[in-house]
């Protein structure tokens, strides 16, 4: 575990959960949220979910990833 926390402290950090993490601080969510999905929800009777939360949680999320990612959140 030592060994693991010190290759993340230095950048080292798999690709699939730094995907996981750009999407929920660009949106708030774990899933993208498409037009189908809307749609989807729409015959079930649902409403929409919208593209992100709330613009007072998404500024939470994001200053917690900045303190905790800071050198990959910019990263494509």
């Known amino acids: 575990m030592l060994t ?5 402290e230095r950048g080292k950090f798999p690709e699939r ?4 993490i750009k999407q929920i601080v ?10 189908a999905r ?4 729409a015959s079930l009777g ?3 979910i919208g593209e ?3 613009k007072r949680a ?3 999320i994001q200053k ?10 910019d990263e494509k």
Request: hydrophobic residues 40%; positive net charge.
């Open 26 to 35: 660009k949106t708030g969510r774990t899933l993208e949220v498409t037009q």
């Open 64 to 73: 917690i990833a900045k303190k905790g990612f800071p050198w990959r959140l």
């Open 58 to 60: 998404l500024d939470e």
């Open 46 to 48: 649902l409403p929409k």
């Open 4 to 8: 693991r926390n010190l290759a993340v």
């Open 38 to 41: 809307d749609l989807r929800r």
């Open 17 to 20: 959960p730094m995907s996981l």
């Open 52 to 54: 992100t939360v709330s």
